[in-house]
């Protein structure tokens, strides 16, 4: 059975700084390895998606990389901001998605 | 820019009552799902649904649970007598493409059962 694990749970880093996010899979046979924002109370947000053949994506201030025969991922936030603050969550598939429990991120000002 | 829909956001019912919650995936997309997240949790499969069909489902997903595709555009997910364990965000997704695609989420509905 998928476990999907990451740390920290918890971050608190002031504005301006770069951070890394770390996501462990137990079984490597995935198809994607998604990356998501949920805001406190709200929906998820899809953020980047690393398909298996991938090792990495980038979005703005995001890159995302993957290492799937070490089951591992890193999502990598330059310049962070206090609109940063939020919950990323790493989820991988065939199909349906298995989550982590989350890495709750505050950017002070 | 396309986006799952989910109503209501926030529903209260009473233990035993069934309730229905709602999903308006994006339009172009294929499969369709349901997640739950009870509070301090992670987000957890229930349901897969493609071609009229589950094709997964989960532990989780018992007698209680069903879902349904009524029209072009809707779907449902059914608890028929809830219980307090059932009280969770529950999230619907959509994907264009199953295993390579990217999936998209609703912001949810809070069903609290009292």
């Known amino acids: 059975k998928q476990e999907v694990t990451q740390i920290p749970a918890a971050l608190s880093v002031p504005e301006g700084e770069n951070l890394v996010l770390n996501c462990s899979f137990t079984d490597s046979a995935i198809y994607n390895l998604q990356w998501f924002r949920q805001d406190p109370g709200k929906g998820l947000t899809s953020l980047l998606l690393?398909?298996?053949?991938?090792r990495e994506q980038t979005s703005g201030r995001l890159n995302a990389s993957l290492d799937k025969s070490s089951g591992r991922s890193t999502l990598y936030i330059a310049a962070s901001q206090p609109g940063d603050s939020a919950t990323y969550l790493c989820?991988?598939?065939?199909?349906?998605?298995?989550f982590g429990g989350g890495t709750r991120l505050m950017v002070k000002p | 820019e396309p986006e799952v829909t989910q109503t209501p956001s926030h529903q209260v019912t009473q233990m035993g009552q069934e309730v229905i919650l709602r999903c308006v995936p994006i339009?172009?997309?294929?499969?369709f799902y349901w997640y739950r997240q009870i509070l301090g949790q992670k987000v957890e499969f229930l349901v897969s649904?493609?071609?009229?069909?589950?094709?997964?489902k989960s532990e989780i997903f018992d007698d209680q649970f069903s879902v349904e595709r009524p029209d072009g555009s809707n779907f449902t997910l059914k608890i028929r007598s809830t219980k307090l364990e059932d009280s969770a965000m529950y999230f619907c997704a959509s994907n264009p493409r199953a295993v390579l695609g990217e999936a998209f989420f609703g912001q949810g509905t809070r069903l609290t059962v009292v």
């Open positions: 649904f493609y071609n009229n069909e589950i094709s997964e």
């Open positions: 690393i398909q298996s053949s991938q």
């Open positions: 989820a991988v598939s065939p199909n349906m998605l298995t």
């Open positions: 339009s172009n997309h294929l499969y």
